[in-house]
């Protein structure tokens, strides 16, 4: 691998530099240095590569520029002479820096320099060479994302300057990263059985998938001791691995839940509580999930700051047009349908054809972006867990709509009114109650809840016209069997039919894990008609 | 019987009114010829079709505008099937029948395509589909523009192979016929190529699938063997959005495990905040980002047409770009729009496509293209990283299905067929 | 007896509704095949199959309203039964192609020669055989009928909890029959038919012929349908619509009608199906979609409810408007559709023949108010009721 | 007693809804012929006695035998009904869309099954049945009107009709008199004795003057269990039966 001898030569040049950096000596090398540069520019990504390790093994710090604009795309050849530049957009066409000294080289047209491609074996050629440069950076997080990037190449050569940097390392974290990598490149080196046998025990401790993978890599070209210890570490590791893929399957149950939590608590209202069997709850979430859509596009336009807030102001909106539209429907249709919910089928399902059709003649039929913003990017590990920061922060935003739901109904007087109204209309109309008004507020509220979850929706769903048609009917099966009418019944529902459903993907395949919640409902309803948390009683008579 | 007078007024009624009301647009004073677009304009397919009948609009003008062909002006007649497949086959018909256009330009999905073949066969009309698909078809009738397997897939994992030292294969797809020729045939290529069983992951999804949790969750699982991995994504339009959200936010880039997709396009990709996916891959016969001017020009009629400077271009426009002008040169070719007299024209017919070369109808109704592979860019563009150094012949049958490899297909006379079993000399479509 | 009975049964409407159906049936194809294709009373090909079409929708709308109109079960799963008769039919008319598929392989279909398949799955035998395609396309849909309201009806699982799941029922077929694994052909389906009992499925007599037998077919369920409704056994069903446990508590053991008039529907459904494929040529998963027998639901609400005549109806009505729409305002047409629901629920609440026939009673009863309850169903202005108990929610126990 | 001799013996039946005990170690016994009326305050188990008895409710736990050898609680409401009990609701239960005359037809005593039904061409002794039915409940000339248009005395009076041409062996009966004028209530206690002449027959009633008028043995209802039995004047006598419900 000439590619890392040359990478920890140029480490050692830039440790004996120190930050000094460019020297009189230094500038002389430019020249040398220049026809590497302008080489990267000819032939292919085999080429390039060979160029790439050619530059590193000059040795010289100043090509570490290069490198970088080359791993981002930036790097452009002047057509004309063949000189190799870093352009960035600007003027008529590109502005141009020296890639050796960073000096402003002039300008160039659009159509006078083309672009120095790179595909990802080259960025990950680069990567290492960027990782291993600075093993003994000042940051410490810059050095633990070195140590990672030494311990996935797990190439032998590393050994002695990480070794070198473990000695000065101080800090623990970094150090214990260090160690990993150290075994892992130690395993594929020629050193003695002991210091592999403790290598095996090194890896085995962090009983990731990485290091099964490293592991079995041992096992298979390995014999004797080191055979059985490597092979005694899988069977470890792997029982562990089996554990943590329960807690993972639980955890995406969860998730999953609460994404048909949030689909299903809007229609739990509409529907469970009010009777309505609302065709176009669907289109509701949509509708939060486009106000979402402008709120973004309205802030990447004019106040891009505020990008991360974008979910913040786009929720009160998503509830306030979602519910609006709710309670104009509520006067304008279902209130003229009430006591023939079979007829509410009917004139929302027309609704939802409207809905779905205009939002396609404002927006187009097309997704549109809807991007996520920093706080939901990303993910965390736990243990051996990938924690998704959007999946959590839903788990959570779904938890919190339920709990403020339930706050409202069981705590407001808008609740005890609802309460009221929903169970006896004629009692609570002589009491004082304006019926028709709680009719259209809880509508109103039912729709509005499907809005807020269309905002947490757009941030792991298309947002097209189509998003509403998507959750539907998995909305419908949620509220039934969790029993119509009963919050905790939709609550209990989504969860249990999550967690259902990632139990059995991972066995049966995500389309006959699906047939099977569906035939595991059927029959699930069989037993108890009136879903999970029926309240049993003398029943009204029909 | 009085009843008898009533149910002939009636079902005249019904068939009159059929027959007036659907052709859309002014009543033309002077006779036209007529195109009929053939587009879901709504339900889930509406997504991606909507587009295309848009951009056959914008064809169909700017021919106009030079005048039409043979004298006459053309005259577009849409119609929507409604992501409703058999409804596809009675569109089909009504345009042909009641409507007389003499090409249609349409269909997306496999499904519908097959639902509209019989009748085109039957009532001897022209059909231009330009989507990618699964191959497995040469009709007379038809004329292929999208690639066919051998015009993306292949060359795409023939890149990853050489390019990327991949080694390890996850064929994810949606359980559709497209997905599954496509990882049949790709399962095939890769044996071939020596690569082992249990290297090769194959995973097939509903349509929608939004949920993607555990099969990311296996993809990074089984990417981690110690081999290089990467995901051939067969999967469909509207599911891709949640998968690349969970890629991206699951920490898999593309340096790690690079995806190469055959159905995520620029419009796609529109819907997408793009920077996670920056450097997943694409195969497609052409990018928004070509340069050349005959695209530059395309893109500015098209953004000028629909009105908005944001709106990309992508594969299928292109694909009926070609389609179309190779039918009007067919067209001028014949000095007539007769079908017969045109399927006889096209073959052979060069007309340019938008990446700088000239694309050819060849004999099995499929035509020549270039190969791209693109990698996504922080703009939602792709740039091109690769390409097939000369035009690919897109491949009817494919040589790497056991019952296909036999056939071939070429529709000038004298051999005048879809499906000619080299083997037996026989053509295997027709009795006897 | 039973016929005679039937025929005294017939009243005016019944009558002038089968003298129309018949007209059809002997017209548009006469029409069709004897005139000029340039005679103005030629009817062409093209309105053949889609009237064709019509009227198999207007079976399984009647087939929906068997059940529905007059057994308060709300089935939003209907299209199960009808893709499955689809199915059945579809497979005998794959095993016809024989050696014409574009691989010429003698047995097996296209889609399976394809994906390397190498011998023809079990549940494909016999489908060779006319008489065993025929019969299954009412035994399948029967059996998954039987099977499925068997459980439900016994478990007493009513109101929209039983919708729910026919829905859920729907759903998963529809996923099933995606899956290529099954060996129904995906997403495809199955298509490319030649020929059916030895006709050219494309020549335009064979065309007439399926028009004339789905016309038949209608007609025929129609007098069966008529007959059931107006038999006791009717009368027993409206009694279940209406008062589920008071006709447990006079005897009858509901659950065995509601099985009896299910399985029936279900059957008709599936003729439908059957009809409806070598029509329009193909028959794929779509024929499953949820939305699809929601639909369905909404042909009968819209022509009446509890009225054969009115399912009929409003099965023809919307799709011709469907039709119309898709071809005349392409781009906005699911707004004109989704109007035409709303209006109607709003300003005809029992369906087009429902507020007719309101009418007709008001005329001769002049007494009556206009609130008689004709054809079944809620008088259009009741005072607003609880929407909860009327969905049969029951938020509390009543002690 | 012992149960052989009964018609309908209830032994130690409790019944609770989510923690809640409608009925509570009740025990009672209605010998062939009895008519037997019960009285109670609201929530007192009346109905849900009744819905034990038809068996639309099952017990958590006691015996309830029919006959003194069937027992109920293993058959459903149809069976029940075939056995010979039926039923009349509180709230008048009658089938709406259908018009006097088909009410009545669905009750009469015929075979039950779904095809015997689909076949059954209406008999001349039915029509007779059903004709002398009209008259007894007074409705003969409304034969031909939707049971939806009758007004609620008449439907009281259609269910007890229809009650009737089931010919059960035990009537029970739910409120007959509520919302009935004073001249109805009457007419319609004459009726039931009339009825028990021939058939056992258990009345819920919250009307006094209507129990009075019935002059049978009375049972009191409290919280689930019998709380006094015995004649009219016997049971308005107990110091707890005014306290719970008479007297308040």
């Known amino acids: 691998m ?5 990478l920890f030569a140029l480490l050692g040049l830039v440790f004996l530099l120190g930050v000094q950096g460019q020297s009189v000596q230094a500038q002389e090398n430019l020249d040398a240095l220049r026809p590497l540069v302008n080489n990267l520019a000819k032939g292919k990504y085999d080429e390039t590569q060979r160029q790439v390790e050619a530059l590193v093994a000059s040795g010289d710090p100043v090509v570490v520029p290069t490198l970088k604009a080359l791993r981002a795309g930036d790097l452009y050849v002047r057509k004309a002479d063949g000189e190799v530049f870093i352009a960035t957009k600007g003027g008529k066409g590109y502005l141009l820096i020296d890639p050796l000294t960073t000096e402003n080289a002039g300008e160039a047209g659009r159509r006078d320099v083309s672009k120095i491609k790179v595909n990802n074996r080259l960025r990950r050629v680069i990567d290492a060479s960027m990782g291993s440069l600075t093993l003994m950076a000042a940051d410490p997080k810059v050095r633990l994302a070195a140590a990672e990037a030494v311990f996935k190449a797990g190439d032998p050569e590393g050994l002695e300057p990480l070794e070198a940097a473990l000695q000065k390392e101080t800090d623990d974290d970094v150090r214990l990263v260090m160690e990993q990598a150290r075994a892992a490149a130690l395993l594929n080196s020629d050193r003695g059985d002991s210091d592999k046998l403790e290598a095996i025990e090194t890896i085995a401790s962090i009983g990731n998938r990485d290091a099964l993978s490293l592991l079995i890599g041992v096992r298979d070209s390995t014999e004797g001791a080191l055979q059985e210890a490597a092979a005694a570490a899988i069977t470890k590791i792997e029982k562990s691995l089996a554990m943590w893929g329960n807690a993972q399957n639980i955890w995406y149950g969860i998730s999953l839940g609460s994404v048909l939590l949030l689909a299903a608590i809007g229609l739990a209202i509409t529907f469970g509580v009010m009777g309505v069997i609302n065709m176009a709850h669907g289109e509701m979430v949509m509708i939060g999930a486009y106000v979402t859509f402008v709120v973004q596009e309205l802030i990447r336009n004019s106040a891009p700051w505020l990008f991360d807030y974008s979910l913040f102001i786009a929720l009160p909106l998503a509830f306030l047009i979602s519910g609006s539209i709710g309670v ?66 839903i788990i959570v935003f779904a938890l919190l709509v339920f709990a403020g739901l339930m706050l409202v109904l069981k705590k407001t007087p808008f609740g005890l009114f609802t309460r009221a109204v929903t169970q006896n209309r004629r009692m609570a109309a002589s009491m004082g109650i304006r019926t028709p008004w709680i009719d259209a507020l809880t509508f109103g509220l039912g729709s509005g809840i499907a809005g807020i979850a269309g905002v947490a929706l757009s941030q792991i769903d298309n947002v097209s016209p189509n998003l509403g048609q998507g959750y539907i009917i998995d909305s419908f099966m949620v509220v039934v069997f969790g029993g119509v009418g009963n919050l905790w019944g939709t609550l209990v529902g989504a969860m249990t039919l999550g967690v259902v459903n990632k139990f059995l993907e991972p066995y049966a395949g995500a389309v006959l894990g699906k047939i099977f919640v569906l035939v595991f409902i059927i029959l699930f309803i069989q037993k108890r008609p009136r879903g999970l948390f029926a309240l049993k009683g003398r029943a009204v008579e029909a | 019987m009085m009843n008898k007078l009533t149910a002939r007024a009636a079902s005249l009624a019904l068939a009159g009114l059929m027959g007036t009301t659907m052709i859309s647009g002014a009543l033309a ?8 677009i053939l587009h879901s304009l709504s339900g889930t397919m509406a997504i991606s079709e909507t587009t295309l009948k848009d951009a056959m609009l914008m064809l169909i003008d700017e021919q106009n505008k030079k005048g039409g062909i043979l004298g006459k002006k053309l005259e577009a007649v849409v119609v929507d099937p409604a992501s409703d497949w058999p409804l596809f086959a009675e569109k089909a018909r009504e345009l042909i029948e009641v409507n007389k256009v003499d090409a249609v330009f349409g269909c997306w999905t496999s499904v519908s395509r097959k639902s509209v073949l019989p009748v085109f066969e039957e009532l001897n009309s022209l059909l231009f589909y330009p989507v990618q698909y699964e191959g497995e078809e040469s009709q007379r009738n038809v004329f292929y523009t999208g690639a066919a397997p051998n015009q993306q897939a292949i060359p795409a994992v023939d890149y990853l192979m050489n390019e990327e030292g991949v080694e390890r294969w996850v064929l994810a797809g949606t359980d559709y016929v497209y997905p599954r020729t496509t990882n049949k045939i790709l399962e095939a290529y890769l044996k071939a190529k020596g690569v082992a069983e249990e290297d090769i992951m194959i995973n097939y999804t509903p349509f929608g699938h939004s949920d993607w949790q555990t099969i990311v969750s296996d993809i990074k699982a089984f990417g981690s063997a110690g081999k290089k991995t990467a995901v051939v994504s067969t999967i469909n339009g509207d599911a891709n959005v949640p998968f690349y959200k969970e890629l991206g936010n699951a920490g898999i880039k593309a340096e790690d495990i690079p995806v190469v997709a055959f159905s995520v396009g620029e419009e796609e990709l529109a819907g997408l905040d793009t920077a996670p996916l920056v450097g997943h891959l694409a195969a497609w016969n052409y990018f928004q980002s070509a340069d050349t001017d005959v695209n530059a020009e395309f893109i500015d009629t098209w953004q000028a047409f629909i009105g908005d400077e944001e709106r990309v271009t992508n594969d299928p426009m292109e694909a009926h770009y070609i389609g179309f002008n190779m039918w009007v040169k067919a067209v001028e070719a014949a000095g007539t729009t ?10 052979g017919v060069s007309v340019p496509n938008l990446t700088g070369g000239l694309s050819s109808m060849m004999p099995n109704h499929h035509i020549t293209k270039p190969v791209l592979i693109g990698e996504i860019q922080e703009d939602g563009q792709f740039e091109t990283v690769w390409e097939t150094p000369g035009l690919v012949v897109g491949d009817a049958w494919s040589d790497y299905l056991e019952g296909s490899k036999d056939l071939i297909s070429d529709w000038r006379a004298p051999m005048s067929c879809g499906n000619f079993n080299v083997k037996t000399g026989k053509c ?3 009795e006897g | 007896m039973m016929t005679s009975y039937l025929f005294r049964t017939l009243d005016a409407k019944a009558g002038v509704f089968i003298a129309i159906l018949l007209a059809v049936i002997l017209l548009v194809p006469a029409l069709n095949i004897l005139i000029a294709p340039d005679n103005f009373f030629h009817v062409p090909n093209y309105a053949v199959t889609l009237m064709g079409k019509y009227l198999t929708y207007a079976l399984l709308a009647l087939s929906v309203d068997l059940v529905w109109g007059f057994c308060g079960i709300l089935s939003l799963g209907h299209g199960a039964f009808f893709a499955l008769g689809g199915y059945a039919m579809g497979m005998y008319l794959m095993r016809q192609i024989g050696t014409r598929g574009v691989y010429g392989d003698p047995t097996l279909p296209d889609f399976m020669v394809f994906l390397n398949w190498q011998e023809l799955p079990w549940y494909w035998y016999g489908f060779d055989m006319a008489w065993f395609a025929f019969l299954m396309v009412m035994i399948a849909p029967g059996i998954l009928a039987f099977v499925f309201g068997w459980f439900a009806f016994r478990s007493r699982v009513t109101g929209v909890y039983l919708s729910i799941i026919t829905q859920a029922l729907t759903y998963a077929l529809l996923l099933a029959f995606f899956r290529n ?7 495809n389906g199955l298509t490319d038919f030649k020929d059916i009992l030895g006709f050219d499925i494309q020549a335009s ?13 209608l007609l025929v369920c129609f007098l069966i349908c008529r007959y059931v409704t107006k038999s006791k056994l009717g009368k027993v069903l409206v009694a279940v619509r209406d008062a589920e446990s008071r006709t447990r508590f006079l005897g009858y053991r509901v659950e065995y009608y509601k099985l009896f008039v299910w399985v029936l529907s279900a059957m008709m459904a599936g003729i439908a199906g059957a009809l409806y494929v070598p029509q329009v040529g193909i028959i794929n998963p779509g024929e499953f979609a949820p939305a699809n027998s929601i639909e369905v639901v909404i042909w009968v609400a819209v022509g009446g409810r509890g009225t054969l005549i009115g399912a009929v109806l409003g099965a023809v009505l919307v799709n011709f408007a469907k039709t119309w729409f898709t071809a005349a305002l392409p781009d906005v047409w699911l707004f004109a559709l989704g109007a035409l629901f709303v209006v109607v629920t709003l300003f005809l609440p029992k369906g087009i023949l429902g507020t007719i026939g309101d009418g007709w009673t008001a005329l001769r009863q002049r007494r009556v108010s206009s609130n008689a309850q004709a054809g079944g169903g809620k008088p259009p202005k009741t005072p607003p009721t609880s929407p909860a108990a009327a969905a049969n929610v029951d938020p509390q126990p009543a002690e | 007693m012992s149960r052989q001799n009964t018609l309908l013996y209830l032994d130690g039946v409790s019944v609770s809804f989510d923690g809640f005990r409608a009925i509570n170690d009740l025990s009672m016994v209605i010998t062939h012929g009895e008519m037997r009326a019960i009285i109670g305050p609201n929530g007192a188990g009346k109905t849900t006695m009744m819905d034990i008895i038809t068996g639309k409710t099952r017990p958590d736990s006691g015996e309830v035998f029919f006959n003194g050898v069937v027992d109920l609680t293993a058959e459903d409401e149809a069976s029940i009904a075939e056995l010979g009990i039926g039923r009349k609701f509180q709230k008048p239960t009658v089938f709406e869309s259908h018009t006097v005359w088909d009410n009545l037809e669905l009750a009469l005593k015929a075979p039950r099954g779904p095809f015997a039904t689909l076949f059954h061409m209406i008999s001349g002794a039915e029509k007779t049945r059903i004709e002398d039915l009209l008259t007894l409940i007074r409705l003969g000339d409304k034969r031909d009107e939707l049971a ?24 029970l009966v739910d409120e007959p008199a509520a919302g009935m004028t004073d001249a109805e209530t009457m007419e319609t206690a004459e009726l039931l004795k009339d009825i028990a002449k021939t058939h056992s027959v258990v009345v819920v009633e919250h009307d006094m003057t209507f129990i009075r008028a019935l002059g049978v043995k009375v049972t009191c209802l409290a919280e689930g269990s019998v709380l006094a039995e015995g004649s009219l004047d016997h049971v308005s006598a107990d110091e707890r039966v005014i306290e719970v419900y008479l007297g308040r």
Do not use: C
């Open chain 1, 2 to 6: 000439s590619l890392a001898r040359s």
């Open chain 1, 328 to 393: 104009a429907v509520e006067r304008g249709i279902i209130r003229w349908l009430y006591g023939r919910p079979l007829e509410t089928l009917l004139a929302t399902w027309g609704l939802s054809l409207i809905l779905q059709q205009a939002i396609r003649s404002l927006f187009g039929p097309t997704n549109q972006q809807v991007g996520n913003p920093e706080w939901m990017s990303g993910a965390f590990e736990l243990g051996q867990l990938t924690i998704t920061y959007n999946r959590m922060w």
């Open chain 2, 29 to 36: 004073q002077e006779e036209t010829i007529k195109v009929g």
């Open chain 2, 338 to 347: 007769d079908p017969d007299a045109v399927i006889d024209s096209i073959v």
């Open chain 2, 428 to 430: 295997g479509g027709s």
């Open chain 3, 181 to 187: 694994d099954m060996g129904f052909g995906g997403n």
């Open chain 3, 205 to 217: 007599s064979t065309r007439a012929g399926l028009f004339v037998a789905s016309g038949l077919a």
């Open chain 4, 148 to 171: 939806a248009n009758l007004s609620h005395g008449q439907k009281q009076w259609l269910e007890i009709g229809m009650l009737l041409a089931q010919d059960p062996k035990l009537l």
